[in-house]
C-alpha cells in the first residue's frame, strides 16, 4: 500500500551509462540536474495529480441527494497513435503488422482485457483496473492527408542509443523523423537504441509536459513528447526478440510500449526509482494501491519479492506493468494507477483524446454527488441540467450538448447562473454528451455523457 514517509525524492547519482532498460529514472535525474528544483517540482505536480483523482468531497456545501437516477458517468479515451520507423538495415525496418499487433497489445493491456489476467494473484485482484484509455492508429495526417498512421524512413545512423540520449530521432535534421504534433498524437519513435551493440535500453518517455521548469527550448518541449521503443522488443512476438537473448525474449509480448506508455500518462515505476537510495523503501511511488516495494524485479518473476517490510505486509507487485518483471509476469495496472493516467490524460493530454466514448452506466437509486459542475439529467424531469459553485458561475464557462454524431443539439450557452437547463423535450432517445468548455479560449474542460430516455 501506499506510504506516508518523506515522499522527496533523494539525490541520486547520475550513472555513467544508461544500464536499465528504461532510462526514466535517468531522465528524472537529468533533468533535475539541467534544472535544479525540477525534482521537488514534479513531486508536487504528480502528487496532486494523484491526488486530485482519488474521489473526495470538493465542495462540501453543494451535496446534492440524486435519486432513481440513470447516470452515465464514464467514458473511454480514445487516443491517435502515429508510430515512426526509423531503420538503417532491413531488420530495423519492421512490417507494419508489427504496428498494428502492438496497438491491439496496448489496447488489451490498458482496457485490462488482456489474456492473462487470471495470472494476478487473488490478494491483487481486486485493484486491477480498466484505464478506459484505447488507441487507433491515425487515419489523418497533420495535414489531413489519410494515412495508416504508420511512417518508414530510412536514416544514415546506425543507432540512436547512447549515454546522452539526445532525441535525434524525433528530428529529420538529426537523422530522425519530425514529430507530428505531440498534442494530437501519441508519437511512438521505434530505432535502434543499441549501445556498442548491447542491447541495454529497450525504451523511454517523457513525463507529462506542464511542469513550471519545463520550457519550450528545452528538451522536453512539445516536439519531443512521446515514446520511444527498441526496434526489437516493439510489437508483439517480433523475431528481433523472440530470437534474441534472454531479456529480449523476456520482453517479446509488446509490454515494453504498456510500460512507456504508462509513464508517458505520468506513472512512475513502482519501486519509486529509489534503487540509488540508501533506504529504498523510504520512497513510494505515490500510489495508494500498490505495495512499497524495494528495488524493482530484474528481468525474473519472484512471486516471493517483498524488499520492504511494513505493517499490513505484502509481497513486491511483480504484476504490475511498471515493474522490470518478465512480460509473461506483468498483466495489471492498478485503480490508483488507473486513476492517475486518467487525471494526466484530462488535464496535461487534454487534446490528444480524438472521441470520448460512453462506456458506463450506473443506475442511481439514492446518493450523493459533490462537485464544482454538476451535470445530470433525471428521468422525471425532461430536460439537462448544469449546476455551478458561485466561483464559477460568473461567465467564465460554456456548456452546448452534442449527439454522438458530434452534432450540435443546443445553442453553445454562457453559464451565468447557479442552475442552467436545458430542455430535452422532443429529442430521441440516446445518448448525448454535454461539453464543458473554458470561455475565454474554448479549450474543452470536460465531457460529461448522457443518456435522455
Ligand atoms: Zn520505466
Redesign the pocket.
Known sequence: MGLVLPKQAEAQHLPDSIN??????WILEKLEQEYPGFAQSYNQVYEASVDASKVKPQVQNRARRITDTTYYFDTVFIVPVVVHILYNTNAENLPDSLAINQIEVLNQDFRRQNADTSKTRPIFKARAGDARIEFVLANTDPQGNPTNGITHTYTTRTTFGGNQLNDQMKFAAQGGKDAWDTKKYLNIWVCDLSQNGQDALL???YPPYGHPFWTSNVWVADNRQGVVIHYKVFGRNNINATNGNATLRQSAMGRVSV??V??YFGLR?IWADDQYSANKCAVDDYIDDTPLMGSMSNFNCLWSNNGCITANDEPDMVENY?D?STHACQNMFTKGQVAAMRNVASTYRKDLAIAYRIDTTIRIFDTVVYDEVLVYRQSENQNITVELTDELKDGLITAQVFNLLGQAVTEKTLLTENVTRFSTVGWRSAPYVCILRKAEDDKVLRSDPLFVD
Open positions: 536499465e532498460p528504461c532510462a526514466q529514472s525504451g523511454y518517455a510500460h512507456e504508462g509513464h515505476h511498471m522490470y
